[in-house]
């Protein structure tokens, strides 16, 4: 069964006010949902928390769920889990952006397809960013929200979001470029 059959399958449930609905929630995107939420929390022992807080929520508010046609189930949960995380984040003091500089920094591409980089270890890359720069990373790519409403959801200055996602792309360009050189190095050795 493919993830839009399984959905429309949820959302059947989810309609008849079956409680099976919420197992087959968690079967279904709980793998995927931990992804989301590493994506923003760092520590695995916090993110198996705001993980399991997630889930609470969702459950709590499977009533309020709307269905708006394939993937919007997927994208509704994904959504609680990321806000969550951030509400986390800012809970516990742990939303950590870096001082903007008057340098500018100049973002070089990695130049090569990052695509043969597997998921895994670019997801490892995003998760050592510092928490400023990881969280506004997150929210601009996986989110596609804007610098400005980016800003206003983490109550910074639009151009403080600009900052933090330039040096996030020019960290992780960094950490792309020194895997790169390890595997051709590691290849080379061999």
């Not at 806000?83 to 500089?101: A, C, D, H, M, Y």
């Not at 720069?133 to 109550?155: G, P, Q, T």
């Amino acid at each position: 069964m493919d993830n839009g059959d399984c959905e429309l399958q949820i959302v059947k449930l989810l309609n008849q006010k079956d409680n099976q609905a919420a197992r087959q929630i968690y079967d279904a995107y709980a793998g995927y949902l931990a992804g989301v939420c590493a994506r923003y929390i760092s520590d695995d022992d916090d993110l198996k928390d705001v993980l399991q807080d997630s889930f609470i929520k969702i459950f709590s508010s499977l009533a309020s769920f709307k269905y708006k046609g394939k993937g919007s189930l997927k994208a509704w949960l994904a959504r609680i889990v990321a806000n969550q995380s951030l509400n986390f984040l800012k809970e516990k003091g742990r939303l950590k952006f870096v001082p903007i500089t008057n340098q500018t920094d100049e973002i070089e591409s990695p130049g090569v397809d990052i695509g043969i980089i597997p998921e895994s270890v670019l997801l490892q890359m995003i998760r050592e960013l510092p928490s400023g720069y990881r969280v506004v990373f997150n929210l601009r790519v996986y989110e596609e929200k804007s610098h400005k409403e980016i800003a206003k959801m983490l109550d910074i200055r639009v151009n403080s979001s600009a900052s933090q996602f330039l040096r996030a792309k020019a960290l992780l360009a960094e950490k792309i470029r020194e895997y790169i050189n390890q595997e051709i190095s590691t290849s080379h050795g061999r």
